[in-house]
Protein backbone atom coordinates (compact mmCIF):
# COMPACT_ATOMS: atom_id res chain seq x y z
CA UNK A 1 0.00 0.00 0.00
CA UNK A 2 1.15 3.21 -0.85
CA UNK A 3 1.90 6.08 2.06
CA UNK A 4 -0.73 8.19 1.98
CA UNK A 5 1.07 11.08 3.02
CA UNK A 6 1.37 12.53 0.35
CA UNK A 7 -2.31 13.16 -0.40
CA UNK A 8 -2.63 14.77 2.75
CA UNK A 9 -0.54 17.27 2.35
CA UNK A 10 -1.65 17.49 -1.15
CA UNK A 11 -5.10 18.49 0.12
CA UNK A 12 -3.63 20.64 3.02
CA UNK A 13 -1.65 23.02 0.21
CA UNK A 14 -4.58 22.89 -1.53
CA UNK A 15 -6.98 23.92 1.11
CA UNK A 16 -4.63 26.27 2.36
CA UNK A 17 -4.01 27.82 -0.98
CA UNK A 18 -7.52 28.43 -1.71
CA UNK A 19 -8.42 29.71 1.72
CA UNK A 20 -5.89 32.63 1.51
CA UNK A 21 -6.52 33.11 -2.29
CA UNK A 22 -10.09 33.72 -1.09
CA UNK A 23 -9.15 36.47 0.80
CA UNK A 24 -6.62 37.98 -1.26
CA UNK A 25 -8.13 36.73 -4.90
CA UNK A 26 -11.42 38.69 -3.61
CA UNK A 27 -10.80 42.45 -3.23
CA UNK A 28 -8.40 42.31 -5.90
CA UNK A 29 -11.47 40.95 -8.29
CA UNK A 30 -13.64 43.21 -6.88
CA UNK A 31 -10.97 46.10 -7.30
CA UNK A 32 -10.53 44.84 -11.22
CA UNK A 33 -13.64 44.71 -11.82
CA UNK A 34 -14.86 47.83 -10.51
CA UNK A 35 -12.03 50.18 -11.37
CA UNK A 36 -11.34 53.15 -13.76
CA UNK A 37 -7.86 53.08 -13.22
CA UNK A 38 -5.57 53.33 -16.04
CA UNK A 39 -3.09 50.23 -14.33
CA UNK A 40 -6.01 48.05 -14.33
CA UNK A 41 -4.84 46.27 -17.67
CA UNK A 42 -0.97 45.74 -16.20
CA UNK A 43 -2.77 44.35 -12.97
CA UNK A 44 -4.58 41.81 -15.40
CA UNK A 45 -1.73 41.01 -17.83
CA UNK A 46 0.27 40.58 -14.23
CA UNK A 47 -2.77 38.06 -12.63
CA UNK A 48 -3.16 36.16 -15.99
CA UNK A 49 0.73 35.37 -16.55
CA UNK A 50 0.27 32.00 -14.53
CA UNK A 51 -1.88 30.80 -17.30
CA UNK A 52 0.99 31.20 -20.04
CA UNK A 53 4.28 30.72 -18.43
CA UNK A 54 5.25 27.27 -18.03
CA UNK A 55 5.44 26.51 -13.91
CA UNK A 56 9.13 26.09 -13.78
CA UNK A 57 9.85 29.88 -15.17
CA UNK A 58 7.10 30.56 -11.98
CA UNK A 59 9.17 27.91 -9.67
CA UNK A 60 12.45 29.34 -10.72
CA UNK A 61 11.72 32.74 -10.13
CA UNK A 62 9.80 31.77 -6.69
CA UNK A 63 12.97 29.72 -6.01
CA UNK A 64 14.96 32.73 -6.21
CA UNK A 65 12.52 35.38 -4.50
CA UNK A 66 12.46 32.97 -1.62
CA UNK A 67 15.64 32.16 -1.24
CA UNK A 68 17.37 33.10 2.22
CA UNK A 69 19.70 35.09 -0.26
CA UNK A 70 16.79 37.21 -1.04
CA UNK A 71 15.59 40.15 0.75
CA UNK A 72 12.01 38.20 1.62
CA UNK A 73 14.03 34.88 2.47
CA UNK A 74 16.04 36.59 4.84
CA UNK A 75 13.59 38.34 6.77
CA UNK A 76 11.41 35.02 6.58
CA UNK A 77 14.95 33.10 8.02
CA UNK A 78 15.21 35.97 10.82
CA UNK A 79 11.99 36.08 11.97
CA UNK A 80 11.04 32.61 12.08
CA UNK A 81 14.42 30.28 11.73
CA UNK A 82 13.21 28.34 9.00
CA UNK A 83 13.62 28.95 5.49
CA UNK A 84 11.09 29.76 2.61
CA UNK A 85 12.27 27.33 0.23
CA UNK A 86 11.78 23.93 0.48
CA UNK A 87 8.95 24.86 3.25
CA UNK A 88 5.17 24.04 3.23
CA UNK A 89 4.73 27.87 3.89
CA UNK A 90 6.68 28.29 0.71
CA UNK A 91 4.91 26.12 -1.04
CA UNK A 92 1.53 28.09 -0.13
CA UNK A 93 2.67 31.35 -1.54
CA UNK A 94 4.21 30.04 -4.99
CA UNK A 95 0.86 28.14 -5.76
CA UNK A 96 -1.23 31.10 -4.68
CA UNK A 97 0.55 32.87 -7.40
CA UNK A 98 -0.02 30.18 -9.51
CA UNK A 99 -3.73 29.47 -8.85
CA UNK A 100 -4.27 33.40 -8.92
CA UNK A 101 -6.27 33.42 -12.11
CA UNK A 102 -8.14 30.97 -11.29
CA UNK A 103 -9.48 32.57 -8.31
CA UNK A 104 -9.53 35.73 -9.83
CA UNK A 105 -10.97 35.31 -12.93
CA UNK A 106 -14.36 33.96 -12.46
CA UNK A 107 -14.90 35.98 -9.47
CA UNK A 108 -13.80 39.34 -11.32
CA UNK A 109 -16.70 38.28 -14.40
CA UNK A 110 -19.13 37.10 -11.98
CA UNK A 111 -18.45 41.05 -10.08
CA UNK A 112 -18.96 42.68 -13.34
CA UNK A 113 -21.59 40.90 -14.52
CA UNK A 114 -23.57 41.88 -11.58
CA UNK A 115 -22.82 45.50 -12.31
CA UNK A 116 -23.44 48.70 -10.02
CA UNK A 117 -26.79 48.44 -9.72
CA UNK A 118 -27.83 46.36 -7.30
CA UNK A 119 -25.19 48.06 -5.35
CA UNK A 120 -26.11 51.41 -5.97
CA UNK A 121 -29.57 50.18 -5.18
CA UNK A 122 -27.84 49.13 -1.51
CA UNK A 123 -26.20 52.41 -0.90
CA UNK A 124 -29.77 54.10 -0.94
CA UNK A 125 -31.07 51.42 1.63
CA UNK A 126 -28.29 52.70 3.90
CA UNK A 127 -26.16 50.02 3.07
CA UNK A 128 -22.24 50.84 3.58
CA UNK A 129 -20.22 49.72 0.79
CA UNK A 130 -19.01 46.81 2.95
CA UNK A 131 -22.31 45.90 3.71
CA UNK A 132 -23.51 46.17 0.63
CA UNK A 133 -20.53 43.77 -0.61
CA UNK A 134 -21.25 41.34 1.92
CA UNK A 135 -24.87 41.09 1.82
CA UNK A 136 -25.92 41.92 -1.85
CA UNK A 137 -22.13 41.43 -4.09
CA UNK A 138 -21.20 38.24 -2.43
CA UNK A 139 -24.78 36.34 -2.40
CA UNK A 140 -25.11 37.37 -5.89
CA UNK A 141 -21.78 36.51 -7.21
CA UNK A 142 -22.21 32.86 -5.60
CA UNK A 143 -21.97 30.89 -8.61
CA UNK A 144 -18.49 32.84 -9.27
CA UNK A 145 -17.50 32.73 -5.94
CA UNK A 146 -17.84 28.36 -6.42
CA UNK A 147 -16.45 28.23 -9.34
CA UNK A 148 -13.33 30.21 -8.50
CA UNK A 149 -13.03 28.25 -5.09
CA UNK A 150 -13.29 24.37 -7.09
CA UNK A 151 -10.80 25.89 -9.91
CA UNK A 152 -8.30 27.01 -7.68
CA UNK A 153 -8.76 24.01 -5.11
CA UNK A 154 -8.42 22.04 -8.24
CA UNK A 155 -5.66 23.41 -10.07
CA UNK A 156 -3.37 23.49 -6.82
CA UNK A 157 -3.78 19.72 -6.50
CA UNK A 158 -2.88 19.63 -10.55
CA UNK A 159 0.48 21.08 -10.03
CA UNK A 160 3.97 19.69 -10.23
CA UNK A 161 6.34 21.95 -11.84
CA UNK A 162 6.21 25.00 -9.39
CA UNK A 163 5.88 22.40 -6.56
CA UNK A 164 8.82 20.63 -7.28
CA UNK A 165 11.63 23.51 -8.16
CA UNK A 166 10.27 25.49 -4.72
CA UNK A 167 9.47 22.79 -2.81
CA UNK A 168 11.40 19.78 -3.49
CA UNK A 169 10.73 16.49 -2.04
CA UNK A 170 10.55 16.25 1.22
CA UNK A 171 8.27 13.54 2.91
CA UNK A 172 5.88 15.11 4.89
CA UNK A 173 6.70 18.59 4.28
CA UNK A 174 6.73 19.71 0.93
CA UNK A 175 6.08 15.48 -0.71
CA UNK A 176 2.57 16.00 -2.40
CA UNK A 177 0.82 13.83 -4.44
CA UNK A 178 1.76 14.46 -8.45
CA UNK A 179 5.38 14.52 -6.65
CA UNK A 180 5.38 11.09 -5.17
CA UNK A 181 2.98 9.78 -8.33
CA UNK A 182 6.33 11.13 -10.44
CA UNK A 183 8.85 9.40 -8.04
CA UNK A 184 7.27 5.97 -7.84
CA UNK A 185 7.03 5.93 -11.89
CA UNK A 186 10.79 6.89 -12.20
CA UNK A 187 11.59 3.84 -9.86
CA UNK A 188 8.89 1.73 -11.64
CA UNK A 189 6.88 1.50 -8.08
CA UNK A 190 3.53 0.86 -10.37
CA UNK A 191 1.25 -0.05 -8.22
CA UNK A 192 2.08 2.40 -5.35
CA UNK A 193 1.88 4.74 -9.10
CA UNK A 194 -1.65 3.34 -9.94
CA UNK A 195 -2.97 3.89 -6.23
CA UNK A 196 -2.16 7.30 -5.76
CA UNK A 197 -3.13 8.63 -9.18
CA UNK A 198 -6.32 6.38 -9.26
CA UNK A 199 -7.38 7.69 -6.15
CA UNK A 200 -6.49 11.59 -7.40
CA UNK A 201 -8.64 10.94 -10.28
CA UNK A 202 -11.60 9.80 -8.24
CA UNK A 203 -11.30 12.21 -5.76
CA UNK A 204 -11.15 14.98 -8.20
CA UNK A 205 -13.95 13.79 -10.21
CA UNK A 206 -16.19 13.07 -6.90
CA UNK A 207 -15.59 16.96 -5.95
CA UNK A 208 -16.67 17.64 -9.48
CA UNK A 209 -19.03 16.25 -9.66
CA UNK A 210 -20.67 17.29 -6.32
CA UNK A 211 -20.33 20.64 -7.42
CA UNK A 212 -21.74 20.70 -10.63
CA UNK A 213 -24.61 18.68 -9.04
CA UNK A 214 -25.01 21.28 -6.33
CA UNK A 215 -24.81 24.37 -8.62
CA UNK A 216 -27.68 22.78 -10.53
CA UNK A 217 -29.95 22.06 -7.63
CA UNK A 218 -29.70 25.11 -6.03
CA UNK A 219 -28.90 27.85 -8.81
CA UNK A 220 -27.81 30.47 -7.56
CA UNK A 221 -30.21 33.38 -8.78
CA UNK A 222 -28.79 36.39 -10.36
CA UNK A 223 -30.07 38.90 -12.52
CA UNK B 1 -41.37 75.24 10.80
CA UNK B 2 -40.06 76.76 8.08
CA UNK B 3 -40.07 75.12 4.64
CA UNK B 4 -37.60 72.77 3.77
CA UNK B 5 -35.61 73.03 0.87
CA UNK B 6 -33.17 71.58 -0.99
CA UNK B 7 -30.81 73.73 -2.75
CA UNK B 8 -29.14 71.84 -6.03
CA UNK B 9 -26.58 72.89 -7.89
CA UNK B 10 -24.91 71.10 -10.92
CA UNK B 11 -22.28 71.37 -13.73
CA UNK B 12 -21.78 68.78 -15.44
CA UNK B 13 -20.81 67.04 -18.61
CA UNK B 14 -23.39 64.29 -19.75
CA UNK B 15 -23.98 62.11 -22.64
CA UNK B 16 -22.09 65.29 -25.13
CA UNK B 17 -22.82 68.34 -23.26
CA UNK B 18 -22.53 70.10 -19.87
CA UNK B 19 -25.84 70.29 -17.57
CA UNK B 20 -26.38 73.45 -16.27
CA UNK B 21 -28.49 73.49 -12.93
CA UNK B 22 -28.81 75.82 -10.14
CA UNK B 23 -32.02 75.28 -8.52
CA UNK B 24 -34.32 75.75 -4.92
CA UNK B 25 -36.07 73.20 -4.91
CA UNK B 26 -39.52 73.49 -2.75
CA UNK B 27 -39.69 70.20 0.25
CA UNK B 28 -43.20 70.08 -0.55
CA UNK B 29 -45.72 67.82 -2.56
CA UNK B 30 -44.24 66.43 -5.96
CA UNK B 31 -41.39 68.57 -7.82
CA UNK B 32 -41.25 66.91 -11.35
CA UNK B 33 -38.22 67.18 -13.03
CA UNK B 34 -39.26 66.89 -16.63
CA UNK B 35 -37.73 66.92 -19.81
CA UNK B 36 -36.71 65.25 -23.12
CA UNK B 37 -34.66 62.11 -22.86
CA UNK B 38 -30.97 62.71 -23.12
CA UNK B 39 -31.31 66.31 -20.95
CA UNK B 40 -29.60 64.88 -17.77
CA UNK B 41 -32.78 64.70 -15.59
CA UNK B 42 -31.96 61.18 -13.97
CA UNK B 43 -28.46 62.20 -13.86
CA UNK B 44 -29.49 65.53 -11.36
CA UNK B 45 -31.62 63.16 -9.77
CA UNK B 46 -28.69 60.68 -9.11
CA UNK B 47 -26.19 63.58 -7.93
CA UNK B 48 -29.07 64.55 -5.11
CA UNK B 49 -28.35 60.73 -4.06
CA UNK B 50 -24.87 60.59 -3.95
CA UNK B 51 -24.72 58.29 -6.78
CA UNK B 52 -22.66 60.51 -9.76
CA UNK B 53 -19.36 61.65 -8.21
CA UNK B 54 -18.29 64.14 -10.75
CA UNK B 55 -18.30 67.90 -11.86
CA UNK B 56 -19.18 70.68 -9.89
CA UNK B 57 -21.71 70.03 -7.74
CA UNK B 58 -23.45 71.15 -4.63
CA UNK B 59 -26.49 69.66 -2.66
CA UNK B 60 -27.60 71.39 0.57
CA UNK B 61 -30.57 70.10 2.16
CA UNK B 62 -32.31 72.21 4.61
CA UNK B 63 -28.49 73.80 5.73
CA UNK B 64 -27.00 70.28 5.36
CA UNK B 65 -24.22 70.06 2.82
CA UNK B 66 -25.00 66.78 1.51
CA UNK B 67 -22.15 67.44 -1.32
CA UNK B 68 -19.61 70.54 -2.46
CA UNK B 69 -17.19 70.17 -4.86
CA UNK B 70 -15.80 73.86 -4.20
CA UNK B 71 -15.83 72.91 0.12
CA UNK B 72 -14.37 69.26 -0.64
CA UNK B 73 -17.56 67.71 1.13
CA UNK B 74 -19.25 64.49 0.02
CA UNK B 75 -22.17 62.25 2.23
CA UNK B 76 -21.90 58.72 0.99
CA UNK B 77 -25.07 57.85 -0.58
CA UNK B 78 -25.86 55.07 1.66
CA UNK B 79 -25.84 58.15 4.91
CA UNK B 80 -28.18 60.51 2.95
CA UNK B 81 -31.76 60.38 4.27
CA UNK B 82 -32.78 59.87 0.27
CA UNK B 83 -35.28 57.11 -0.48
CA UNK B 84 -35.00 56.14 -4.50
CA UNK B 85 -36.80 54.52 -7.07
CA UNK B 86 -35.09 53.52 -9.96
CA UNK B 87 -36.42 53.10 -13.56
CA UNK B 88 -35.57 49.17 -13.33
CA UNK B 89 -37.05 48.25 -9.69
CA UNK B 90 -33.54 46.91 -8.82
CA UNK B 91 -35.09 44.23 -5.82
CA UNK B 92 -32.26 41.93 -4.80
CA UNK B 93 -32.87 38.63 -6.60
CA UNK B 94 -31.35 36.61 -4.12
CA UNK B 95 -33.72 37.65 -1.51
CA UNK B 96 -37.57 37.17 -1.17
CA UNK B 97 -40.02 40.47 -1.20
CA UNK B 98 -40.20 40.00 2.47
CA UNK B 99 -36.37 39.87 2.49
CA UNK B 100 -36.25 43.02 0.50
CA UNK B 101 -38.55 45.18 2.87
CA UNK B 102 -36.19 43.56 5.62
CA UNK B 103 -33.12 44.72 4.11
CA UNK B 104 -33.91 48.26 4.44
CA UNK B 105 -35.75 47.74 7.65
CA UNK B 106 -33.02 46.42 9.55
CA UNK B 107 -30.51 49.26 8.17
CA UNK B 108 -33.38 52.26 9.05
CA UNK B 109 -32.20 54.98 11.31
CA UNK B 110 -34.19 55.31 14.34
CA UNK B 111 -36.36 58.23 13.73
CA UNK B 112 -39.73 59.47 15.77
CA UNK B 113 -43.05 57.97 14.13
CA UNK B 114 -41.17 55.56 12.20
CA UNK B 115 -43.01 54.37 8.41
CA UNK B 116 -43.71 50.24 9.83
CA UNK B 117 -43.50 47.07 8.16
CA UNK B 118 -47.43 46.81 8.49
CA UNK B 119 -47.84 50.17 7.20
CA UNK B 120 -45.84 49.66 4.22
CA UNK B 121 -47.95 46.49 3.34
CA UNK B 122 -51.14 47.66 3.62
CA UNK B 123 -50.43 51.01 1.51
CA UNK B 124 -48.95 49.18 -0.98
CA UNK B 125 -51.54 46.18 -0.64
CA UNK B 126 -47.90 43.79 -0.73
CA UNK B 127 -49.53 41.12 1.26
CA UNK B 128 -49.85 38.22 -0.90
CA UNK B 129 -46.53 39.22 -2.51
CA UNK B 130 -44.22 38.79 0.92
CA UNK B 131 -43.09 35.10 -0.16
CA UNK B 132 -42.32 35.44 -3.39
CA UNK B 133 -39.20 36.33 -5.50
CA UNK B 134 -38.38 39.54 -7.37
CA UNK B 135 -38.31 37.36 -10.56
CA UNK B 136 -41.69 36.01 -10.44
CA UNK B 137 -43.54 39.63 -10.24
CA UNK B 138 -44.64 41.65 -12.84
CA UNK B 139 -43.24 44.81 -13.38
CA UNK B 140 -45.96 46.85 -11.61
CA UNK B 141 -45.71 44.49 -8.67
CA UNK B 142 -41.97 45.35 -8.54
CA UNK B 143 -42.07 48.96 -8.59
CA UNK B 144 -45.22 48.42 -5.62
CA UNK B 145 -41.78 46.05 -3.49
CA UNK B 146 -39.14 48.61 -4.76
CA UNK B 147 -41.51 51.91 -3.28
CA UNK B 148 -42.24 49.66 -0.12
CA UNK B 149 -38.88 49.27 0.21
CA UNK B 150 -37.39 52.42 0.27
CA UNK B 151 -40.54 53.56 2.50
CA UNK B 152 -38.55 51.51 5.46
CA UNK B 153 -35.45 53.30 5.08
CA UNK B 154 -37.36 56.60 7.09
CA UNK B 155 -36.21 58.63 4.06
CA UNK B 156 -36.67 62.61 4.08
CA UNK B 157 -37.04 62.71 0.31
CA UNK B 158 -38.02 60.79 -1.97
CA UNK B 159 -36.62 60.45 -5.41
CA UNK B 160 -38.35 58.66 -8.38
CA UNK B 161 -36.53 58.20 -11.23
CA UNK B 162 -39.11 57.52 -14.20
CA UNK B 163 -40.68 54.89 -12.15
CA UNK B 164 -43.05 53.70 -14.50
CA UNK B 165 -41.37 54.02 -17.93
CA UNK B 166 -40.22 50.65 -18.03
CA UNK B 167 -44.01 49.36 -17.89
CA UNK B 168 -46.92 48.99 -20.32
CA UNK B 169 -50.03 51.32 -20.08
CA UNK B 170 -51.85 48.27 -17.96
CA UNK B 171 -49.11 48.36 -15.35
CA UNK B 172 -48.47 51.95 -15.32
CA UNK B 173 -52.44 52.34 -14.66
CA UNK B 174 -52.20 49.83 -11.51
CA UNK B 175 -49.06 51.63 -10.33
CA UNK B 176 -49.97 55.25 -10.72
CA UNK B 177 -52.39 55.52 -7.74
CA UNK B 178 -49.64 53.82 -5.23
CA UNK B 179 -47.10 56.78 -6.48
CA UNK B 180 -49.91 59.39 -6.45
CA UNK B 181 -50.73 58.28 -2.75
CA UNK B 182 -47.98 57.42 -1.26
CA UNK B 183 -46.30 60.65 -0.79
CA UNK B 184 -49.15 62.47 1.12
CA UNK B 185 -50.09 59.61 2.82
CA UNK B 186 -46.30 59.03 4.62
CA UNK B 187 -46.36 63.25 4.36
CA UNK B 188 -43.01 62.94 2.37
CA UNK B 189 -41.79 65.46 -0.39
CA UNK B 190 -41.07 63.89 -3.71
CA UNK B 191 -38.84 64.37 -6.82
CA UNK B 192 -39.85 62.88 -9.54
CA UNK B 193 -38.81 62.56 -12.90
CA UNK B 194 -40.14 61.78 -16.13
CA UNK B 195 -40.66 62.59 -19.87
CA UNK B 196 -44.28 61.90 -19.74
CA UNK B 197 -46.38 64.93 -19.86
CA UNK B 198 -49.38 62.65 -19.12
CA UNK B 199 -47.73 61.55 -15.54
CA UNK B 200 -46.05 64.73 -14.94
CA UNK B 201 -49.59 66.44 -15.22
CA UNK B 202 -51.27 63.84 -12.60
CA UNK B 203 -48.54 63.42 -10.04
CA UNK B 204 -46.42 66.76 -10.27
CA UNK B 205 -47.52 69.74 -8.16
CA UNK B 206 -44.32 71.98 -9.63
CA UNK B 207 -42.48 71.32 -12.93
CA UNK B 208 -39.29 72.26 -13.91
CA UNK B 209 -38.61 71.64 -17.15
CA UNK B 210 -35.29 71.14 -18.69
CA UNK B 211 -34.16 71.71 -22.05
CA UNK B 212 -32.49 68.94 -24.56
CA UNK B 213 -29.20 70.39 -23.28
CA UNK B 214 -30.20 70.04 -19.71
CA UNK B 215 -30.44 73.71 -18.67
CA UNK B 216 -33.89 74.90 -16.69
CA UNK B 217 -36.05 76.30 -19.24
CA UNK B 218 -38.70 77.03 -17.38
CA UNK B 219 -40.68 76.10 -13.62
CA UNK B 220 -43.72 77.21 -12.24
CA UNK B 221 -47.07 74.80 -10.52
CA UNK B 222 -49.30 73.22 -12.44
CA UNK B 223 -51.45 73.78 -13.93
CA UNK B 224 -49.82 77.75 -14.85
CA UNK B 225 -46.52 75.92 -16.17
CA UNK B 226 -48.70 74.18 -18.87
CA UNK B 227 -50.10 77.44 -20.17
CA UNK B 228 -46.16 78.31 -21.26
CA UNK B 229 -44.41 79.16 -24.36
CA UNK B 230 -41.87 76.37 -23.12
CA UNK B 231 -43.98 74.05 -22.43
CA UNK B 232 -45.76 73.72 -25.73
CA UNK B 233 -42.09 73.98 -27.22
CA UNK B 234 -41.17 70.93 -25.84
CA UNK B 235 -45.13 69.00 -25.60
CA UNK B 236 -45.84 70.55 -29.28
CA UNK B 237 -49.08 72.07 -29.93
CA UNK B 238 -50.81 68.93 -30.44
CA UNK B 239 -50.58 68.42 -26.83
CA UNK B 240 -51.11 71.91 -26.40
CA UNK B 241 -54.10 72.58 -24.11
CA UNK B 242 -55.41 73.37 -20.32
CA UNK B 243 -55.93 72.38 -17.13
CA UNK B 244 -59.25 73.34 -15.31
CA UNK B 245 -60.62 73.28 -11.41
CA UNK B 246 -63.68 71.96 -11.24
CA UNK B 247 -65.75 70.73 -8.91
CA UNK B 248 -68.39 67.50 -8.88
CA UNK B 249 -72.00 68.72 -8.67
CA UNK B 250 -73.05 65.13 -9.31
CA UNK B 251 -73.61 61.71 -10.75
CA UNK B 252 -75.75 60.30 -12.90
CA UNK B 253 -75.80 56.43 -12.47
CA UNK B 254 -78.99 56.31 -15.42
CA UNK B 255 -76.50 57.54 -18.05
CA UNK B 256 -73.36 56.98 -16.23
CA UNK B 257 -72.39 61.00 -16.18
CA UNK B 258 -70.31 63.03 -14.07
CA UNK B 259 -71.20 66.89 -13.67
CA UNK B 260 -69.11 68.92 -12.87
CA UNK B 261 -69.28 72.85 -12.14
CA UNK B 262 -66.87 75.14 -14.19
CA UNK B 263 -67.03 78.95 -13.23
CA UNK B 264 -70.63 78.52 -13.27
CA UNK B 265 -71.11 76.92 -15.90
CA UNK B 266 -71.75 72.57 -16.42
CA UNK B 267 -69.09 70.31 -17.73
CA UNK B 268 -70.48 66.07 -18.47
CA UNK B 269 -68.11 63.79 -18.72
CA UNK B 270 -68.54 59.70 -18.29
CA UNK B 271 -68.80 58.64 -15.26
CA UNK B 272 -65.88 58.41 -12.82
CA UNK B 273 -67.23 56.32 -9.63
CA UNK B 274 -64.26 56.99 -7.00
CA UNK B 275 -65.48 60.91 -7.00
CA UNK B 276 -67.95 62.16 -4.62
CA UNK B 277 -70.10 65.57 -4.84
CA UNK B 278 -68.12 68.84 -3.91
CA UNK B 279 -64.71 66.98 -4.94
CA UNK B 280 -62.58 69.48 -6.55
CA UNK B 281 -60.51 68.13 -9.35
CA UNK B 282 -58.21 68.95 -11.93
CA UNK B 283 -59.10 68.44 -15.88
CA UNK B 284 -56.95 68.37 -19.04
CA UNK B 285 -58.09 69.37 -22.25
CA UNK B 286 -56.81 69.51 -24.87
CA UNK B 287 -56.89 72.59 -27.75
CA UNK B 288 -57.82 70.10 -30.17
CA UNK B 289 -60.20 68.75 -28.63
CA UNK B 290 -62.14 71.98 -28.32
CA UNK B 291 -64.33 73.50 -30.95
CA UNK B 292 -65.30 77.37 -30.93
CA UNK B 293 -69.05 78.22 -32.26
CA UNK B 294 -70.27 82.02 -32.50
CA UNK B 295 -74.03 80.89 -31.59
CA UNK B 296 -75.01 77.86 -28.73
CA UNK B 297 -75.36 75.05 -31.03
CA UNK B 298 -78.37 72.85 -31.11
CA UNK B 299 -79.24 69.09 -32.64
CA UNK B 300 -75.52 68.46 -31.97
CA UNK B 301 -74.25 65.85 -29.84
CA UNK B 302 -71.96 67.42 -27.72
CA UNK B 303 -73.31 68.06 -24.25
CA UNK B 304 -70.69 70.60 -23.45
CA UNK B 305 -70.91 74.33 -25.11
CA UNK B 306 -69.18 76.74 -22.51
CA UNK B 307 -69.79 80.71 -23.06
CA UNK B 308 -67.02 83.05 -22.71
CA UNK B 309 -65.13 85.92 -24.15
CA UNK B 310 -62.30 85.03 -26.89
CA UNK B 311 -59.04 87.09 -25.30
CA UNK B 312 -56.76 85.79 -27.58
CA UNK B 313 -56.41 84.74 -31.21
CA UNK B 314 -53.00 83.22 -31.84
CA UNK B 315 -52.40 81.91 -36.07
CA UNK B 316 -49.61 79.98 -36.34
CA UNK B 317 -47.13 80.83 -39.01
CA UNK B 318 -46.99 78.32 -42.13
CA UNK B 319 -49.38 76.20 -40.59
CA UNK B 320 -53.64 75.75 -41.22
CA UNK B 321 -53.94 76.14 -37.43
CA UNK B 322 -54.60 78.76 -35.27
CA UNK B 323 -55.10 78.78 -31.33
CA UNK B 324 -58.29 80.85 -29.93
CA UNK B 325 -57.88 81.62 -26.07
CA UNK B 326 -61.45 81.87 -24.59
CA UNK B 327 -61.76 83.20 -21.22
CA UNK B 328 -64.56 81.45 -19.02
CA UNK B 329 -64.66 83.29 -15.52
CA UNK B 330 -61.20 83.26 -14.16
CA UNK B 331 -60.18 80.80 -16.29
CA UNK B 332 -59.64 80.43 -19.79
CA UNK B 333 -59.87 77.33 -22.38
CA UNK B 334 -57.92 76.82 -25.82
CA UNK B 335 -59.28 75.74 -28.74
CA UNK B 336 -57.12 74.82 -31.58
CA UNK B 337 -58.92 75.23 -34.85
CA UNK B 338 -57.84 76.08 -38.77
CA UNK B 339 -57.01 79.93 -39.50
CA UNK B 340 -59.85 78.88 -42.00
CA UNK B 341 -62.37 79.10 -39.54
CA UNK B 342 -61.22 82.25 -37.85
CA UNK B 343 -61.27 83.97 -40.92
CA UNK B 344 -64.12 82.67 -41.90
CA UNK B 345 -66.52 82.83 -38.76
CA UNK B 346 -65.32 86.12 -38.62
CA UNK B 347 -63.81 85.32 -34.88
CA UNK B 348 -62.46 88.49 -33.08
CA UNK B 349 -60.43 89.67 -29.69
CA UNK B 350 -63.53 90.67 -26.82
CA UNK B 351 -66.35 88.93 -28.73
CA UNK B 352 -68.18 86.23 -26.97
CA UNK B 353 -68.50 82.53 -28.25
CA UNK B 354 -69.32 79.14 -27.41
CA UNK B 355 -65.92 76.71 -26.44
CA UNK B 356 -67.77 72.76 -27.85
CA UNK B 357 -65.89 70.22 -26.04
CA UNK B 358 -66.55 66.60 -26.50
CA UNK B 359 -67.34 64.63 -23.29
CA UNK B 360 -64.73 62.04 -24.20
CA UNK B 361 -62.10 64.46 -24.34
CA UNK B 362 -61.74 64.71 -21.00
CA UNK B 363 -58.56 62.88 -20.36
CA UNK B 364 -59.00 61.03 -16.93
CA UNK B 365 -56.05 59.91 -16.75
CA UNK B 366 -54.50 63.29 -15.95
CA UNK B 367 -57.28 63.92 -13.35
CA UNK B 368 -56.59 64.73 -9.75
CA UNK B 369 -58.76 64.39 -7.75
CA UNK B 370 -58.70 66.43 -3.76
CA UNK B 371 -56.51 69.02 -4.41
CA UNK B 372 -57.20 71.03 -1.28
Known sequence: MADLSPLWLTMQLAGTTTFFLLLLGTPLAWWLATTKSRVRPVVEALTALPIVLPPTVIGFYFLILLSPTSPIGRFWVETTGETLTFSFTGLVIASMFYSLPFMVQPLQSAFQAIGRAPLEAAATLRASPLDAFFTVAAPLAGRGFLTATVLSFAHTIGEFGVVLMVGGNIPGKTKVISIAIYEHVETLRYTEAHQLAGGLLAFSFIVLLAVYALNRRIPVHVG | MSAKSLKLSANISFDGHDIEFDEVISLSGITALFGPSGSGKSTLLRVIAGLEKGGDVEVTYNGDVWASTVKGIFLPPHKRPVGMVFQDDRLFPHLTVAGNLTYANKRSPAVD???????????????????????????????????????????????????????????????????????????????????????????????????????????????????????HDFTGRFEAGTFLEVMVTGQNHEFQITSLDFEGETLRMPMVTSLDIGDRIRLRIRARDVAIGTRYPEGISIRNAIAGTISEIKPEPKAAFAEVILKVGNQSLRARITRQAVSELGLKTGQPAFALIKSVSFDRRVMISALD
Open chain 2, 113 to 231: NPITLDQVISALDLSALLDKRPLTLSGGEKQRVALGRTLLTQPKLLLLDEPMSALDIRRKAELLPFLEKVPSQFDLPAIFVSHAIDEVARLADEVILLSPIGHVSTRGPIPEIFDTEEM
